[in-house]
């Protein structure tokens, strides 16, 4: 069965940066398009990300333009998201999902990753 | 940005009655890519219907999704204790960035 698993979050101080992981198995990775999806304590779903099946073409957010990259290994399986220059307002859950392969919808979600930004 | 307004903020409803969840966008979906995720306390989101009214698999026959342009519904037939939860919208084709709504917490009555 389709499985993501992330890893990587934590404590950070304010200003650093932060690399998450998204470990995939149970489906082909490499023909599938993927997506970072972040949610603040007590607060709804954010996306942040997506990523072409073949890393060809990455597309953003505008407000995580330049602090947020997307990127993925189909080699090993995994998808990334690098975060520079963490904020407090950066604490979240953040969930790597796939994309559907008829749709563009996310038809599976990771457990989920906890990042708190805090001095 | 297409903002996506969902309601009610809150439902209550008894096991057995009928659910009417709505979702609003800022400008018309040009074409139907709208989805309806649900998501219980500690777990991640499950895609419930995507194209505005396509179940995803394993999806239960009581879930329903209809609509077109900016309104759009989401309507469990019967509910079942399983289905309090949070429900969020979601459209993902029209522009980016890929928005969600607020969400509507379906409550025990």
């Known amino acids: 069965q389709v499985q993501l698993v992330e890893s990587g979050g934590g404590v950070v101080q304010p200003g650093r940066s932060l690399r998450l992981s998204c470990a995939a198995s149970g489906f082909n990775f490499t023909i599938y398009g993927m997506y970072w999806v972040r949610q603040a304590p007590g607060k709804g779903l954010e996306w942040l990300a997506g990523i072409l099946f073949d890393g060809t073409y990455k597309y953003y957010r505008d407000s995580m333009k330049g602090r947020f990259t997307i990127s993925r290994d189909n080699s090993k399986n995994t998808l990334y998201l690098q975060i520079n220059s963490l904020g407090v307002e950066d604490t979240a859950v953040y969930y790597c999902?796939?994309?559907?392969?008829?749709?563009?919808?996310?038809?599976?979600w990771g457990q989920g990753t906890t990042v708190t930004v805090s001095s | 940005e297409i903002v996506l307004t969902q309601s009610p903020g809150t439902l209550s409803l008894s096991p057995g009655e009928r659910g009417t969840l709505s979702c609003r966008a800022s400008q018309s979906l040009s074409s139907t890519f709208l989805a309806w995720y649900q998501q219980k306390p500690g777990q991640a989101p499950r895609l419930l219907i995507y194209a505005a009214s396509r179940r995803a698999t394993g999806i239960p026959d009581r879930f329903s999704g209809s609509g077109s342009g900016t309104d759009f519904t989401l309507t469990i037939s019967r509910v079942e204790p399983e289905d309090f939860a949070v429900y969020y919208c979601q459209q993902y084709g029209s522009s980016l960035p890929i928005t969600f709504g607020q969400g509507t917490r379906l409550e025990i009555k």
């Open positions: 999902a796939k994309r559907l392969d008829s749709d563009y919808a996310m038809d599976a």
